[in-house]
């Protein structure tokens, strides 16, 4: 069975450790995820979660670092502007290869919703990513880009559920570039908002 979950290019360590967190939690839900299910799916020893994290929470704080790291390589948001949208199709292909990981994200959030000690962990994960999208917004001159980074985190978001949920990327892939569109129109130096202006 070890080799069965090792021939998903888990490997055998910490990544591995990682990954299967993903997934089980994407599976089974935080209240399913335990050592043993985490050590199953990653086709290891219960006892190398201690040695790596020390506790199941330390697991499930690294991997959500992890999973926004990973996001954010895969999909970074100074790629909203480039030609061609690269940031859009990126964006959809990795939801299209890789669920899991996005589902991750939503169990993560809604386990922090339920559970106030879990509260902590879905402030990080939002956190990581509006702070890499407020980067962004600020190296385009955007004004408020703390602000205006909720409002794109908000699409991005709410997009990535539509995906999960109906699985239609045509159509993610299509809303995503008209928002980009708006976005980038509205963009300083456009002269569009000034014009709006009274």
Same mark, same amino acid.
């Given at each position: 069975?070890?080799?069965?979950?090792?021939?998903?290019?888990? &490997?055998? &360590?910490?990544?591995?450790?990682?990954?299967?967190?993903?997934?089980?939690?994407?599976?089974?839900?935080?209240?399913?995820?335990?050592?043993?299910?985490?050590?199953?799916?990653? &086709? #290891?020893?219960?006892?190398?979660?201690?040695?790596?994290?020390?506790?199941?929470?330390?697991?499930? /704080?690294?991997? /959500?670092?992890?999973? /926004?790291?990973?996001? #954010?390589?895969?999909?970074?948001?100074?790629?909203?502007?480039?030609?061609?949208?690269?940031?859009?199709?990126?964006?959809?292909?990795? #939801?299209?290869?890789?669920? !899991?990981?996005?589902?991750?994200?939503?169990?993560?959030?809604?386990?922090?919703?339920?559970?106030?000690?879990?509260?902590?962990?879905? #402030?990080?994960?939002?956190?990581?990513?509006? !702070?890499?999208?407020?980067?962004?917004?600020?190296?385009?001159?955007?004004? !408020?880009?703390?602000?205006?980074?909720? /409002?794109?985190?908000?699409?991005?978001?709410?997009?990535?559920?539509?995906?999960?949920?109906? !699985?239609?990327?045509?159509?993610?892939?299509?809303?995503?570039?008209?928002?980009?569109?708006?976005?980038?129109?509205?963009?300083?130096?456009?002269?569009?908002?000034?014009?709006?202006?009274?």
């Amino acid at each position: 069975m070890a080799s069965d979950r090792n021939s998903r290019g888990y &490997g055998d &360590g910490y990544q591995a450790l990682l990954r299967a967190t993903v997934s089980v939690v994407a599976q089974r839900g935080l209240r399913g995820t335990t050592y043993r299910a985490v050590a199953e799916e990653a &086709g #290891v020893k219960n006892t190398l979660i201690t040695y790596h994290f020390g506790s199941r929470d330390a697991l499930l /704080v690294e991997t /959500v670092r992890w999973t /926004v790291e990973e996001s #954010v390589r895969q999909t970074p948001p100074r790629d909203l502007w480039g030609p061609g949208m690269p940031f859009v199709r990126s964006l959809v292909d990795m #939801v299209r290869r890789d669920p !899991e990981l996005q589902s991750f994200h939503y169990e993560i959030l809604i386990e922090a919703r339920r559970n106030p000690q879990m509260r902590e962990l879905g #402030v990080l994960l939002v956190n990581s990513f509006l !702070e890499a999208i407020e980067a962004a917004l600020s190296e385009r001159g955007y004004p !408020e880009p703390r602000l205006l980074a909720r /409002v794109v985190h908000a699409v991005i978001d709410g997009l990535v559920f539509q995906q999960l949920t109906m !699985e239609d990327p045509e159509t993610t892939e299509r809303a995503l570039a008209l928002f980009v569109e708006m976005l980038e129109q509205n963009a300083p130096g456009t002269g569009v908002a000034e014009t709006a202006a009274p």
